[in-house]
């Protein structure tokens, strides 16, 4: 298989990745796979995963309704999740990063609730449920990652519907640039500097905000010299004023990484 390299950066390093990258060797195993498997634990996750072809923008991994096959472990790029109301509206509740995990919460129905879709050229790996679910049975390790990963998934939506009912427009907009530039942390690339890989459009839907109340609030923080935007690219100068406008002090909201 060829190997496949993003040409996409986020600060100072750029998410790569080959097609035919072990578990072992990928440099984002560490979010989703326990560091504690010994290495025929290892060996035995590798073999059931499968490496899949570049998943190209605007692609759907999977749609609301079908049934759960797999779970998707996101090596490069961004994918949102959504859901798409009776009146056909489309609702994000959710933006994957490297190192995420896709799918669990088709694990209750066995079918996928929401639409999986890339924002932009992603790399995936994945992993049969049925295989995965005989074989975290074998190894306590692993299903306890997997308990873990779950439980995260659930103060995550805690955490944004706390966000939106509490929160004003600013707060929100700060919380969530606060929050990308965390996670993008925790994944080894820059704090500071970052591509926003969603529209504006989509972080409004996320927020619960207009178009134009997301424009207008990026103008005001590089005003206040919070941040800086160019285009798609958001280069952090104050990180204390960042979190400030996030009001936290006021509602104590960490958001998961």
């Known amino acids: 298989m060829k190997n ?19 578990c072992q060797d990928c440099s984002i195993s560490q979010l989703c796979i326990p560091f504690t498997l010994n290495e025929h ?25 079908d049934p759960l096959n797999s779970i998707y472990a996101i090596r490069s790029g961004t994918i949102k999740s959504y859901t798409i109301s009776e009146a056909g509206e489309e609702q994000i509740t959710s933006f994957h990063l490297p190192g ?29 449920f049925d295989i995965l679910d005989d074989l975290s049975g074998k190894m306590p390790k692993l299903r306890q990652q ?14 944004m519907i706390l966000l939106l009912s509490k929160m004003n427009a600013e707060e929100r907009l700060a919380a969530f640039i606060h929050n990308l530039s965390r996670r993008y942390s925790a994944r080894g690339f820059s704090a500071r500097e970052f591509r926003l890989t969603m529209t504006r459009g989509d972080i409004g839907n996320y927020l619960g905000l207009t178009v ?33 406008l996030t009001g936290s002090n006021k509602t104590k909201i960490t958001m998961t990484e």
């Open 212 to 244: 134009e109340t997301i424009s207008r609030l990026l103008g005001r923080f590089q005003k206040l010299g919070v941040l800086s935007v160019q285009g798609k690219y958001i280069t952090i100068n104050d990180i204390n004023a960042l979190i400030e």
């Open 100 to 128: 995420d995990l896709v799918g669990f919460d088709a694990i209750n129905n066995m079918q996928h609730p929401s639409f999986a879709q890339a924002l932009e050229t992603a790399m995936v790996c994945e992993i049969p």
């Open 41 to 65: 634990e290892l060996d035995q996750l590798d073999n059931i995963i499968e490496r899949k072809k570049p998943i190209q923008k605007s692609q759907v991994l999977f749609k609301a309704g």
């Open 146 to 159: 997997i308990i873990r990963l779950m439980s995260s998934e659930i103060k995550s939506d805690q955490e």
């Open 4 to 22: 496949f390299v993003s040409e996409t950066k986020v600060g100072r390093r750029i998410q790569s990745g080959g097609c035919a990258i072990h």
